[in-house]
């Protein structure tokens, strides 16, 4: 399944991003399916998820202020952040949770993800 995150970009603290992650039909129905987030210098979190039965889990960081969805008319996972501050700048990536696709050495395949600079 191939991976590509969409809708980053520069907004000033307070403001708000919505994220979008497009995938297939089948892909999109089978599993959980979460964004995660990785700040320069930092390891990859985990930053929110939801089953494929809609239940979602944030992590403390974030919670109350962004919020995961399934599309199911266009097979397409958002997150909706809100309040957004500098320490949330980083690069945005969709996954499995966990993640589950492999790259041909064996590392994990994360594809293409969207890029968030929140500005204080």
């Known amino acids: 399944v191939q991976l590509q995150a969409s809708g980053g970009g520069l907004v000033q603290a307070g403001g708000s991003l919505r994220l979008s992650c497009a995938l297939s039909?089948?892909?999109?129905?089978?599993?959980?399916w979460g964004w995660y987030r990785q700040a320069p210098g930092k390891q990859r979190e985990l930053v929110a998820e939801?089953?494929?039965?809609?239940?979602?889990n944030y992590a403390d960081s974030v919670k109350n202020r962004f919020i995961i969805s399934r599309e199911s008319a266009k097979n397409t996972v958002h997150l909706q952040m809100n309040r957004l501050k500098p320490e949330d700048t980083a690069a945005y990536y969709c996954?499995?949770?966990?993640?589950?696709?492999?790259?041909?050495?064996?590392?994990?395949?994360w594809g293409q993800g969207t890029l968030v600079t929140v500005s204080s």
């Open positions: 996954n499995t949770v966990p993640p589950r696709q492999v790259t041909f050495v064996g590392d994990v395949y």
């Open positions: 039909r089948e892909a999109f129905a089978e599993y959980p």
């Open positions: 939801v089953s494929t039965g809609g239940i979602r």
